[in-house]
């Protein structure tokens, strides 16, 4: 098993005192015990706060209040406000890293990306780093639901939101990711072993041999259509897009797994999530809907005129990375299963998705070998 490189907090920590001037990204090297209650963790919060920005240190505890956004499936987020002496509210959220996150996700990456994302405007915009996760900006938004994302008229925003964010350049590799990670994913939950008797004998009836096939097979078929890579979010789902209904802006959140890698992969994810928490497929967007999404994309203010060439290309490449965002998520939730604090059926949800990526690959497949030979996709 390769070594999970665990984020170096103090390093990374060191690194933004450094750059303070420039980026305005603050640090500091405590950390809060996510285990916490609420109300014993807030002291903790509050002297964090104190300590990334000094104006707040005259402040009296009382000017700050604490409560919970979300458990979220990864990590544990608070709002803070803070009453200013002005009498202004300032609300800020802190994000704790959920334990053992570092074996499927790369803070460094993250942390790197989340830069140059908030400078070109998107997300929250990150104010400071600590030792065992960050601050970051309040977007005053609700989050989407997975029928919200479905309409076309989000789906048509989103789609638009989505070409801008591919155009944004971070710096460092531009090699794609997806098998690296998918193949890193694969190491470690090929070797798993659980205490609890049931999740072991469910888990001993999974083949990493068929799917070690599987994840070559698929490499194969989408090394064959030389798909633009780009910086890309990696997980749309509509828990990361939250919308100001007001001035309807809509934000994309949540970079931990953005990285370069294949446009098809974002945007096939992405439909993926159609199907929202109860993973219903049939929710799956059919031709016309993805057509209406991706000519939104591919000229958002021109939609009307993107070829029909261009159309099919997008919608084989997507139907292809479909199936790869299903091979991924299946080997991070036997990850998270082993790993997971969070009581959530992650080894069901293997199930979940390596069932519909099997159900999809032959006609995907089929699809893809017709398209490149010239025949259309009908
Ligand atoms: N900066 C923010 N301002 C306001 N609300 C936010 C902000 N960031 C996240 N949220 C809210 O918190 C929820 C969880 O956030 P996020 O997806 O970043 O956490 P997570 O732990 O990574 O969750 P998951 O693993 O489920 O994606 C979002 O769906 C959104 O409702």
């Known amino acids: 098993m390769v070594a999970p490189k665990i984020w ?20 500091s090297s405590l950390t809060v015990d996510p285990s916490l209650s609420l109300p014993d963790m807030k002291p903790c919060i509050v002297e964090l706060c104190k300590d990334l920005f000094k104006n707040w240190s ?5 000017h700050f209040a604490v409560e919970t956004v979300s458990g979220g499936i990864t990590n544990l987020l608070l ?7 002005s009498g202004d509210i300032v609300n800020i959220t802190v ?26 405007g998107f997300g929250a915009k990150l104010l400071g780093i600590f030792g065992n996760g960050m601050v970051q900006s309040f977007i005053n938004a609700r989050t989407l639901t997975a029928s919200d994302m479905r309409k076309p008229k989000l789906a048509a925003e989103i789609a638009k939101q989505l070409h801008e964010f591919h155009q944004v350049e971070v710096p460092g590799s531009k090699e794609p990711q997806l098998w690296n990670d998918i193949f890193k994913f694969f190491e470690k939950a090929s070797i798993l072993k659980f ?18 096939t599987e994840i070559v097979e698929l490499k194969e078929l989408t090394d064959r259509l030389n798909a633009p890579v780009v910086f890309a979010h990696n997980d749309l789902l509509s828990g990361n897009l939250m919308l100001n209904d007001e001035d309807e802006k809509l934000y994309f959140i949540d970079f931990e797994y953005g990285s370069y890698n294949y ?8 439909f993926n999530e159609y199907a929202g928490y109860d993973c219903d497929y049939s929710m799956y967007p059919n031709k016309d809907k993805q057509y209406h999404f991706f000519r939104h994309y591919l000229e958002p203010y021109r939609p009307h005129q993107v070829s029909d060439k261009d159309l099919e290309a997008l919608y084989v490449e997507t139907y292809t990375y479909m199936l790869a965002s299903h091979l991924y998520w299946a080997l991070w939730a036997l990850i998270q299963a082993k790993m997971s604090l969070i009581d959530f059926d ?20 089929l699809l893809v070998q017709l398209y490149l030979s010239g025949s259309g996709t009908g």
């Open 8 to 27: 170096n907090a103090m390093e990374a920590a060191e690194e933004a005192r450094e750059n303070h001037g420039s980026s305005g990204i603050r640090s």
């Open 58 to 62: 005259i402040l009296d505890d009382s």
């Open 79 to 85: 709002k803070v406000s803070v009453r200013e002496e």
């Open 95 to 120: 994000r704790l890293y959920g334990p053992y996150t570092e074996f499927v996700i790369d803070r460094d990456r993250e942390l790197q990306a989340i830069q140059y994302l908030s400078a070109a």
């Open 195 to 212: 205490d609890v008797i049931e999740k072991q004998q469910k888990y001993e009836t999974i083949s990493f041999k068929e799917i070690h």
């Open 263 to 270: 446009r098809g992969f974002d945007i096939g994810n992405h």
């Open 346 to 365: 992650y080894l069901g949800y293997f199930f979940l998705r390596y069932n519909e990526y099997k159900r999809q690959k032959e006609k995907c497949f």
